[in-house]
């Protein structure tokens, strides 16, 4: 029987990818995964050719309110809602539903961390969604809850781990990761205007306080015993997608044995690529894909490892990750309808 | 045996965009399509992953001299070459292999016009890829040279042939497309720099001597005995990808009429997509994708039939094209390796 | 003493680009203008900095209520403000005051087209701010109300002008224009945002509903005793500013006498710039300035005249074309504070 | 008598952009200051037109050769050469001629620095034209020999001088800085293509290669005793022009006093402006613009001092700095044709 699959908050960006990535699986294609109920909040009973032009295939569905009455009866239900909506929705559905939140409710497990980012009381948290750090990727096996981990955590600490892991760096890491304007969601704001993006790069959430601080040092923490520092800042980049994260802390180790650190961390890592030396990662070439591009340098002028990420807001940071996640907790092949190979230029 | 399938000019824009779709192809999956030589002019000599790293799985691939040793052998070649250089190849090679042209060199019957637009002597005419023209699906079954259409030909054919077919306009027709910048191919030209092309919308080609404008006055000739004429003026606009195709010609006929010419043209074809009323194209919809989006109106002040076509000019525009060719030539499912999803946003 | 100027709408794009020029002017610079109440609708109470944070040297100032109230007390008031609302706001205040309406309130001189267009009562007409026009200069002079044209009919109207009133062409005319986002004003609408414009070229307002459609048509018609037609479709691209609007209309004339007809009628016009043979408009070139590029071109072999203009919509399209008609109506150089160079790359 | 300029390398971008300024010079405007020789290489014999047709009042100027016979009998004269070059120019021109490079020949003053980034002999150091350091407002007026700082350097020197002069961190600092495409100038390279640019963000010069590198580091080593590290990172955003920088560094202090710090360094200076608390930088904000828009932030939780700046980097980056140093030189107003209001949106 074809396992049922939902998706709440089609609308969206993160609804969208979801849904042009289960489009390409494998499984969607031989029948064996079914797209169900898609759902929205404002925008139910239209169309989702309406908001998702691209995903012809669905254009006719029409949008039911998110509710557990029309997403109950599903096997598999991804949730792209505003953060804060998904504690109540999940309580209300059976523990055998498998619930993939691609919100931030059940990411972080220090309650404290939550109230001071979020400023609501803490939801708890799920399986975390990112099965390239150390002992994920067997927490989600059978899972039937995940937290999709947010898109600059999934760039930074993949680019950070093995260095915090390995013990080569001082874990005072200084971070600046430029991101589309897509991971914003589909947010009705003037800054996010077209007009405003275009031609302009700009920071925002500088000093600390933006919410993917906490999460980021959660996941480096959990990788030594010293304590991490994490100073983050995010900017915005003219285009839709895309998130280059440019990594750095203190080390003394040189270029030679950095990188055979990341060489023995990810070799049989199947989204997770160590570009060659000389070659430098860029968004568009991870666009669509499911891939990390990573590159490695030691400054030694200024005592510092920099590592580079690229990956795709949308996809490995958020869908596409989503779909891995979903992947490993019903027993599917982890990579099936998720590509290495981006849509270029 | 699997098909062994060469790509000659694989650093470029048309040669990148036929390997991305072919990584995707069912046949490659399961190993009925084989990736055998890629090759390249300046380029070989260095890996394929230095000019596309998005193609992460021929990363590593050592790109050949284009020439007739390193391409025989084969059973399938695409050439993604300048225009000029197929002719003289292809005469090298045996008839057997299904050649397929991205250039422009066979895809003008008439040799004057051939003469005049691109001032050399005419090689010929091969069986024309644009499988949703009339007749032209017949005659790439089983065909062994197949020239793949101008990109600006496919948008703009594919949205007046059933209006021009019809009789329902008068053939007089005037075109602006709008169209990416890749559509010039990876050239070393100062006007297309980076910061040349963003922030910037600028017209080329203006006053009918773009070479695209006796192929598509050919198509839609080839679809009346009222003598065709076309003013086509292409524009540039700061996106990499996509054409956006604005068509009109006069008309007295209602939207009704002219709406439902399109319906009963278009309802059989896997990727030529009518939109709803009140839903017009965008390329992003289309971006990475084999659709093509219309939208028809009459404009009745004005006495005008307008068209709006979508298409990405790299996909269904060049190497999508050509993959839809060859699964007609070797009778593959049509659909295979191309979709109608596209990435957005 | 100086000339008291307020701005209605401070923080919209219009409005913020008329206090770009003003800070420019270089009777702003000696005193003898003035800039005085800013105004705005939900905005007010705020300061321009947060809205305009490149208007530095008014960064503080606080946006206050768009009312009689607050704007009388000027001599000159610039009015950015929704469709609609000028005519209500116009009536209260002193005949004397020059009131420039960078709004559509006052551009239509038929009531029934206002009416089929914009669905509201007519307004009137005000002299109309485009001095290039036949007769438009001098019924500016000493003029306190003045209707700004739409930024579509400013780049359009000067591209056929000089072809109508020669009577070169039949005045059937085909018109595609590209435009950047700005054009929407800073209007929160999803279509807009960033993630929806970047990467991607859309049509809108096709078939003749477009509302400068009628406005173009008055212009054309008025040099012309011919029925005139037009077809007019507005497209959207990936860039903040600028207009580059094709026009095509039959022709038996030669590219000789069609120049000669431009050159003749240009000649003596600051802001009307045709390029020498072989060179075509792009928007880049006139960022930021109140200049008009113009190419000229005859389509031999499809009959056809096809002539290019780009101008930067903010600028000459808005607040560049309300300064100049300001200059003109108190007796200022007509180019003061305007300029023919643009901000490129 | 009108003082003669010169402008070496007018076709490049920094060349274009001098020029821009120089048109809007008040001493331009009225008589004082001249245009003289317009000089290139390989494109001398073509007119300004044909590269920068937004300086249309220059159109028609033809490029001369640059050479000294061509330079010499200008008062000043402004390099916008390829690095290298300007060295062997100078020494063949009188002491007496003001000039003023935009390149980098002169900027370093250790030696070995140059041999080392550049590989080639040190030519010297000449007056550092970045008047908001310490001291070097002061060595700028008479001379006759001008270094313009880089673009980098200009964004982040001006971002950290105050804390690193008041002691307030520690100087161990990580940039990195977000640039437009035009800060590699207008070459000719495949990586900076439109297609190449559009829709993607990429590193590049990473781990502390960047020839800016010892440039920033020689500035703030200046300001403190204490030994400085910089670890810099340059990215490419999607946009023609524009530098954010993020420079970090650690402190214990808190926000008060290291906004006290910036507010006291910068309350005289009429080009770098401290945003208000709350408001961050974009670099839309200064574009075309000699500004620099600053906000300082600390992160208490890491321990640091975030400074976020925008510049233009042709502006205040290149030629804005050019010209406010000639400004200086010359004894004119510092200001004189330079704007602290920026072209948005």
Redesign the interface.
């Given at each position: 029987m074809a396992i049922r699959i939902a998706v709440a908050g089609a609308s969206g960006?993160a609804g969208?990818e979801v849904l042009?990535l289960l489009?390409?699986h494998p499984a969607y294609a031989d029948g064996r995964l079914e797209i169900g109920a898609l759902t929205a909040g404002g925008n139910a009973g239209s169309t989702l050719?309406?908001h998702?032009?691209?995903?012809?295939?669905l254009a006719e569905r029409v949008l039911e309110d998110t509710s557990a009455a029309t997403l109950a009866g599903h096997d598999v239900i991804f949730l792209g809602l505003p953060h804060g909506h998904s504690a109540a929705l999940a309580a209300e559905l059976p523990e055998s539903i498998v619930i993939i939140d691609c919100g931030a409710d059940f990411r972080l497990r220090n309650a404290q961390d939550w109230e001071s980012f979020y400023g609501s009381p803490h939801a708890g948290a799920w399986p975390y969604g990112l099965p390239e750090l150390p002992g994920a990727r067997e927490s989600l096996q059978g899972a039937t809850r995940i937290a999709v981990p947010g898109c600059y955590p999934t760039a930074t600490s993949l680019a950070l781990a093995p260095a915090i892991a390995s013990g080569i760096v001082t874990p005072?890491v200084?971070i600046?990761a430029?991101t589309?304007?897509?991971g914003a969601g589909?947010?009705?704001?003037?800054d996010?205007?077209?007009?405003?993006?275009?031609?302009?790069?700009?920071?925002?959430g500088?000093?600390?306080v933006h919410r993917h601080?906490p999460e980021i040092r959660q996941n480096l923490q959990s990788l030594t015993v010293e304590d991490v520092?994490?100073?983050?800042?995010p900017?915005l980049?003219?285009?839709?997608?895309?998130i280059?994260a440019?990594c750095?802390a203190p080390t003394t180790v040189d270029d030679t044995e950095a990188r055979a650190v990341y060489e023995k961390a990810y070799a049989d890592e199947p989204f997770v690529?160590l570009?060659?030396p000389g070659?430098?990662?860029?968004?568009?070439?991870?666009?669509?894909?499911n891939?990390v591009?990573l590159?490695v340098?030691?400054?030694?002028?200024?005592?510092?490892l920099?590592v580079?990420s690229?990956i795709d807001n949308l996809t490995k940071g958020t869908a596409g990750g989503a779909v891995q996640s979903m992947n490993i907790a019903l027993g599917l092949p982890e990579t099936a309808g998720l590509?290495?190979?981006?849509?270029?230029?």
């Open positions: 960006y969208g042009r489009l390409g050719g309406e998702h032009p691209h995903l012809l295939p005072a200084t600046v430029v589309g304007a897509s589909r947010s009705l704001r003037t996010l205007l077209g007009s405003e993006v275009m031609g302009s790069v700009r920071a925002y500088v000093g600390g601080t520092s994490v100073s983050f800042t900017v980049a003219p285009m839709a997608r895309g280059l440019t750095v690529h570009l060659p070659r430098l990662p860029q968004t568009s070439a991870v666009l669509g894909s891939a591009h590159s340098h030691v400054d030694s002028a200024a005592g510092t920099v580079v690229a590509s290495t190979v981006g849509v270029a230029p």
